[in-house]
Antibody
Framework: QVQLVQSGAEVKKPGASVKVSCKASGYTFTSYGISWVRQAPGQGLEWMGWISAYNGNTNYAQKLQGRVTMTTDTSTSTAYMELRSLRSDDTAVYYC?????????WGQGTLVTVSS | NFMLTQPHSVSESPGKTVTISCTRS????????VQWYQQRPGSAPTTVIY?????PSGVPDRFSGSIDSSSNSASLTISGLKTEDEADYYC?????????FGGGTKLTVL
């Protein structure tokens, strides 16, 4: 079955970077994009961007431009999301999901806590 | 950028039917597919409707989706409500450059 398994929780200091991984299985990795969505505590879902696993094309949310980079490793069917210059309001659960504009399978989520 | 507006909360009794709306602020609701996601407390979202009215395998036919161009909105209808349907529901759509989520609706089944 289609599955996305994310890396474990992270605690970072303000100004640091975090890189979250998302390993896919159960389908041809390059046939779908991978999206990243985050959810701050008690808040709704926020779209961060997507990457095509086929050709590496990316589309980032404007508010995160310059701080976020999404990549893929097709040899291991793994997608990565790196967020730099972390601030306290980046504290959230980060989800990967299969697809770009239609998200049909989600990872379990990775809690990133930004605290001094 | 457009916005998707959902009611903050809805409640209904077990066995009844509830409809959650999602109104697009600009651009036609029919121009781009609408998806609906269910999120139970402490869990990741799951897809209950994609491409306006399609159900993923495993989602019961009590869940249905529709769009209404006259009100520029989409709707998620859940019939025969069960206590397990109590969750947050998010609509989502997109345009040429952005993916947008609605603010979410908390469904209480009481």
């Amino acid at each position: 079955q289609v599955q996305l398994v994310q890396s474990g929780a992270e605690v970072k200091k303000p100004g640091a970077s975090v890189k979250v991984s998302c390993k896919a299985s159960g389908y041809t990795f390059t046939s779908y994009g991978i999206s990243w969505v985050r959810q701050a505590p008690g808040q709704g879902l926020e779209w961060m961007g997507w990457i095509s696993a086929y050709n590496g094309n990316t589309n980032y949310a404007q508010k995160l431009q310059g701080r976020v980079t999404m990549t893929t490793d097709t040899s291991t069917s793994t997608a990565y999301m790196e967020l730099r210059s972390l601030r306290s309001d980046d504290t959230a659960v980060y989800y990967c999901a299969r697809g770009t504009v239609t998200l049909n399978t989600w990872g379990q989520g990775t809690l990133v806590t930004v605290s001094s | 950028n457009f916005m998707l507006t959902q009611p903050h909360s809805v409640s209904e009794s077990p066995g009844k039917t509830v409809t959650i709306s999602c109104t697009r602020s600009s651009g036609s609701i029919a121009s781009n597919y609408v998806q609906w996601y269910q999120q139970r407390p402490g869990s990741a979202p799951t897809t209950v409707i994609y491409e306006d009215n399609q159900r993923p395998s495993g989602v019961p036919d009590r869940f249905s989706g529709s769009i209404d161009s006259s009100s520029n909105s989409a709707s998620l209808t859940i019939s025969g409500l069960k206590t397990e349907d109590e969750a947050d529901y998010y609509c989502q759509s997109y345009d040429s450059s952005n993916v947008v989520f609605g603010g979410g609706t908390k469904l209480t089944v009481l």
